[in-house]
Every structure is written in C-alpha cells, then in structure tokens.
C-alpha cells in the first residue's frame, strides 16, 4: 500500500505542475493596469440578480441566500474566449494585491454590500505555514485517488477505509520531483492538521456512506484538529449514523477540546444544529455543562435581530446563513496561483470552465481540460479565505453542461436590516416559540432526570446551582 501511496502522489503532483509549466508563456505580464485604473474596472462586475435574503426563521437550506464571486462568465463562451476572460480577472486580482496585501479581498467587500459580514480571513489566518502546504498536494491526491476508486471503480468500502488508515501511520511522501519527506514525530503536528483538512474538504461533502468511514478515520487520528472536526460532524451532518459515530469517537477525547463547540451551537443560526449539540451532550454524558444549559433557558433566539453601532449609528443586524456554490467561486476562498510569486510545492487547483467536463465533487482533483489552461486560472489551496462550517450536495436550476447536483458550502453572515425588514422581523417574531430553549430542556431533563419550569432561576432552584452574576 505505501508503494501504491508513493505512486499515486508522483503522477497526481506532477501532472498539475507540468500543466502549470506547459502554459507558463502566459503570465500576468500580458495585463498591465494603470495606476489610475478605476477601481471598478479591477473588481468583477457584480452580479446582476442578487440573490435575496430569507424569510425571517427560515429553516429551508434550500432558500438560504446565495453569494458568488461576480457576475459569471457567459457559458455560451469558446473555451479559449472564457479563459482569457478568466485569466483577465485574475491578472487584476494580482495587481490589487501586490499594492496591498489581500488588497483585492478587501476592496472586494468594501464594494459589495453582500460580502461584508462573512467570515473572511485574511493575513496570517488565511495561510497554511509552509510545512502544512508542501503536504497538501500528496494527501489532496491520495484522498481523492481513493475516494474515485470507490466512485468509479466499485472498489470496496474496506479498501477505502484502509487508505485512510494508511494515511494516519506516519507515512513516507513522495514529492513531484522525486524526493521523499518522511512524517516522523518531529513533523506530526503539521502532517495531522493537513491531514484533517484534506479529508474535511474532500469527503465531508460526500454522500452519508463516505461521511461515516470519515468519522471512523478522524477517531483514530491523535490530534486536537480531528477531535474539532468529529464536533463539528456531530452537530452539522443530518444523518443519525453520521453523527452517532462521531459522537462515538468524541468519548474517547478530551473534554475541554470540544466543550466549546458544542456550546456554541445553541447560537447558530439553524436550530438543528442546536438540536444535535443537545442530542450530542446528552450521549457523552456531559453533565458538566449542565450550568451552560441552564444558561440557555434565559437566551434570546439567536435568529432574532440585535442592535449594535455601524459608524457611529445603532442599526439592526441579523446572523442569517448564506451558500457558496463551490464549483463557481474559486476566486472567492482562496486567491490566485500567480507564476512568478507561488512557490512550486503548493497545491494548485484548475479553475473549472462551465463549457469543460465537471471538475468533481472534492474540486482539488486534477481534471486535464480539453484546452491548455493557463497557470493565471489556477488558485492556490494553501490560502483560504473562507472556511465553510458544512457542505452539502444540493439542486442547481439550469445547469447544463454540468449536473444538476452540485455541491455548496455554507456559512453565517452578519447583514445591516433595513428600517422594512426590522419591522418584519418583529412581526414575524410574536408569540414564536424558541426552538433552541426547547433543545436546552430536552438535554437537561435527559442529563438530570428532573423537570421544572423553563426559566434558568426555576432550574437553578431545583438543581443548587448558584445565581450567576450578570
């Protein structure tokens, strides 16, 4: 298996820097912009029908406001028109950025009112240290090779789930130009996190039967990434067998690694997922966080609208979900692999064409396009401006030449209301119950064995716990 491993690595990594290099005439040296460029005219134009928010409450991922990167190329585009007007739009993003670092980003959000609020990174927080990045291209291709032997070659679910044990055993890598990197104890920490990483990003959009073989391999990986990552499976995979064998591998870890993620469910703005944090406490027997439960009981919804200071001004704001479709937005997470300043070991993924064959569910698989591309429309994974909290597969409108399943990655935005939608807020929000009280007392009468009424002096009261100090 490992000389399987080394093989795998040597054509996957060398066949994306050869496709770099084959192209490499085609450079952001073909693009030159003016100091005095508008900065409109550096910005991808925006989209022309915004996606609209939700409802207020609304619990229907299906209707959860859409966000992309700009106005999409016309799929009716030759392939060769599309990638130079891709390439274009790249060599721009460059320029911003070497006037300022993650310039683009923030010139991006400053423009665009629907991009401010998300969770972007930016600086340090965005990039992988370069021990992280020189791992990524071998388990990118190793994850992926193993993921496609069971998609298209029937190979069994075993032999998937012994690559991924493979994996976690210290192996030798092997690099594209040959050489060898051992993970030995002195390199493990970065080896492990690059490891949870990989397989978050490639399997965890998959369907339930590959998700559940990804929580068995992250209980057995001894660092605090994949005790996260089985948090985050427990309260964000809507299958039961899903989050069952996370919670499963989640007794075996240290508590104070993941308290916090579940206790931070119960603000999410999705109640399901504060349902599965209580569902979660209550099997691990979490009775330590009976206190942070009881607190629950005396919180608001956190759908509801808050009031904080925007320039000096209290306006309304929301905490609302919003998807990213993953296929369309490249530029969006993570920037661009610019030839002269990407070092030649980062992982480089192709931006796909919609007039190409579909890249894939993972996205980080090389994909030969029937064109030569160009190294401008590459993007580096090693920077990440955007981290999803959970993807899932879900119906695309129109998507020929692609399927209609394509798969969507979501997050939490902050979003400024309008005096009109504040008004719909409060209206929408009387006499509603707060689903995510009705988690906290599931989890406390399972965790207790008592009852009383659903306010935290009425539990305090029953369970002796002291008064907590406002």
């Known amino acids: ?81 599309a990638m130079k007007s891709t390439a274009q739009r790249f060599a721009k993003i460059n320029y911003l950025n070497s006037k300022e670092k993650d310039g683009f980003l923030k010139a991006l959000i400053r423009e665009r009112s629907e991009l401010q609020g998300m969770p972007f990174l930016m600086g340090d927080d965005c990039r992988a240290s370069d021990e992280r990045a020189r791992m990524m291209p071998f388990l990118s291709g190793a994850v992926n090779t193993a993921l496609q032997d069971v998609k298209n070659l029937n190979s069994s679910f075993d032999g998937f789930f012994d690559a991924l044990a493979e994996m976690q055993s210290r192996p030798i890598l092997t690099t594209s130009q040959g050489g060898k990197m051992r993970v030995s104890r002195e390199n493990q920490d970065p080896y492990y996190r690059a490891l949870v990483s990989t397989m978050m990003q490639v399997i965890a959009p998959e369907s339930e039967k590959f998700r559940v073989r990804l929580a068995r391999s992250l209980a057995s990986i001894p660092h605090i990434d994949a005790t996260h990552a089985l948090a985050q499976l427990a309260i964000f995979a809507p299958e039961k067998d ?65 009031t904080t200071k925007v320039d000096g001004k209290d306006v309304a704001v929301v905490r609302e979900m919003v ?69 899932l ?42 689903p995510y009280r009705e988690s906290a007392l599931l989890a406390l009468r399972e965790l207790t064995g008592r009852d009383a009424e659903p306010t935290p002096q009425a539990w305090r009261e029953v369970l002796k716990l002291p008064t907590r100090s406002q």
């Not at 690595?9 to 003016?34: C, H, N, P």
């Not at 899903?242 to 870890?253: S, T």
């Open 242 to 306: 899903v989050r069952a064998v996370a919670i499963e591998g989640l007794k075996l870890r240290r508590e104070r690694d993941y308290s916090d993620i579940l206790v931070q469910a119960f603000e999410y703005p999705l109640p399901a997922v504060s349902q599965r944090a209580a569902e979660a406490i209550v099997k691990l027997e979490r009775k330590d966080l009976i206190a942070n439960l009881v607190d629950e009981l005396g919180r608001r919804d956190p759908r509801l609208p808050r």
């Open 323 to 391: 998807k990213v479709n993953h296929h369309h937005n490249c530029a969006l997470c993570h920037a661009p692999a610019s030839v002269k300043d990407t070092p030649n070991f980062v992982l480089k993924a192709p931006v796909p064409m919609t007039s190409e064959p579909f890249p894939g569910q993972g996205g980080y698989e090389f994909r030969s396009p029937s064109q030569p591309s160009s190294p401008n429309i590459f993007v580096r994974i090693d920077m990440t401006y955007l981290r999803q909290d959970f993807s």
């Open 1 to 81: 298996m490992a000389q399987r491993f080394s093989v795998i690595s040597i054509l996957t990594i060398g066949l994306i820097m050869t496709m770099a290099a084959v192209a490499s005439a085609q450079t952001d040296e073909q693009y030159k912009f003016d100091a005095k460029t508008p900065l409109k005219e550096l910005l991808p134009p925006p989209p022309v029908k915004q996606s609209q928010p939700a409802a207020p409450f609304n619990d229907d991922l299906r209707l959860v406001p859409e966000v992309i990167f700009g106005e999409p190329l016309s799929r009716q585009l030759i392939p060769e028109i």
């Open 393 to 434: 597969t879900m119906h695309v409108a129109d998507a020929s030449p692609w399927p209609d399943q394509q798969r969507f990655d979501f997050f939490v935005r902050t979003r400024v209301l309008t005096p009109t939608e504040t008004q719909a807020w409060e209206t929408a929000a009387k006499d509603r119950a707060n």
